[in-house]
């Protein structure tokens, strides 16, 4: 069964400093995974998804993020936080099967500080 | 992306009664699904809606607390029935974009308070 585990239910950095949250899954497929960004009263905005295509996968706002197989991770990173990054980020991983559910990681929330 | 809205955004509600949630999609879709976020957790899936189906139930939670209605491929509902404290949450609704990527868009969430 897919699984995925977020390292650090809290990151905090600086503001134009590197951001790396970490997500580790466990799958017995070669899987689909995804970000997703919750800010503060909203619903989840999709961030960016590794779908087997290229291993490094760019999404929106700058965001990033690194397939590696042998490492069983898909770290989210940006360059440069800004403020307005501060939110709450769901790594996720898809069931592979007919039911397309997708399986959370437990969230980590990007503090960002001025 | 198709556009996916949600009714009401939040509510507060006495305990013992229920509340129905609305999904509105913009476009046809084949499945929808509703998930739990509790105070300060992840999200939960709850069920998965297929028109023209029974809803598809994950462990622990059950039609009668949770029913859920399909009745087209552009809406579903969910009720939260007999209402405690404890079903305070944020409830979402998301569809799965169909095609190699198998994405979930999610609707912007019902806040709701149980007293």
């Known amino acids: 069964a897919q699984s995925v585990t977020q390292l650090g239910s809290h990151v905090s950095v600086s503001e134009g400093a590197l951001v790396l949250l970490r997500c580790n899954y466990s799958?017995?497929?070669?899987?689909?995974l995804f970000w997703y960004v919750q800010y503060p009263n909203q619903g989840l905005q999709l961030l960016l998804k590794y779908t087997s295509a290229a291993t490094l996968v760019k999404g929106i706002n700058d965001f990033e993020a690194e397939f590696k197989k042998s490492e069983t991770s898909f770290h989210l990173t940006k360059p440069s936080a800004h403020m307005s990054d501060a939110a709450e980020y769901f790594c996720?991983?898809?069931?592979?099967?007919?039911?397309?559910?997708?399986?959370f990681g437990s969230g980590t929330r990007l503090l960002v500080r001025p | 992306s198709a556009v996916i809205s949600q009714k009401p955004s939040r509510d507060i509600c006495q305990r013992g009664t229920s509340l129905t949630i609305q999904c509105q999609v913009d476009?046809?879709?084949?499945?929808m699904f509703w998930y739990r976020q509790q105070p300060g957790q992840s999200l939960t899936l709850i069920a998965t809606?297929?028109?023209?189906?029974?809803?598809?139930?994950e462990s622990g939670f059950v039609i009668d607390k949770f029913p859920i209605s399909r009745p087209n491929l552009t809406f579903s509902t969910l009720t939260v029935s007999n209402m405690s404290p404890e079903d305070s949450s944020i409830y979402l609704c998301s569809y799965r974009r169909e095609g190699l990527t198998d994405t979930q868009y999610f609707g912007p969430g019902t806040r709701l308070t149980v007293l």
């Open positions: 996720a991983v898809s069931s592979m099967d007919s039911s397309y559910k997708l399986i």
């Open positions: 809606a297929n028109q023209g189906s029974e809803a598809t139930y």
């Open positions: 476009s046809q879709v084949t499945m």
């Open positions: 799958s017995s497929v070669p899987p689909y």
